[in-house]
């Protein structure tokens, strides 16, 4: 069957009618936004890097060299490439994720007790060591 623009899909589905994208994408986003919360997770998005072990060892070895966990150190690494391909702060990246924790270090709620805070944190993209990508 062919396709016939503006006739073969109808209602969200039919690209021909104005905001059908936008639409389309902020019902996708509050889809997954409320299926994080489902989960118990506190930000709308995730990300899994699948790697062999040998990986893992290499991310553990960076990190502690900066005194960070993993995953702090695997989001800065991200960010430091988006900022660099993107040409844009650093900063401006790592302010829409959690800020990193130092090596080993449990989070504690202001009561002591060894969960994570409740609410978000914000990465300021300050320390840690420099993560400024050089010129190409």
Request: no cysteine.
């Amino acid at each position: 069957m062919v396709y016939r623009p503006g006739k073969d899909l109808g209602g969200r589905a039919n690209d021909h009618q104005p905001g059908a994208a936008e639409r389309t994408k902020a019902r996708v986003d509050a889809t997954e936004a409320k299926k994080q919360r489902r989960k118990g997770r506190r930000r709308a998005g995730t990300l899994t890097i699948e790697f062999d072990l040998p990986f893992r060892a290499y991310l553990r070895d960076a990190a502690e060299t900066r005194n960070m966990g993993i995953n702090g150190y695997a989001r800065r690494a991200v960010a430091a490439f988006i900022a660099y391909d993107l040409g844009i702060p650093f900063e401006e990246v790592t302010k829409h994720f959690a800020a990193p924790s130092k090596h080993g270090e449990v989070l504690r709620r202001d009561d002591g007790t060894p969960r994570a805070p409740f609410g978000e944190s914000f990465d300021d993209g300050e320390g840690y060591g420099p993560w400024r990508i050089g010129s190409r």
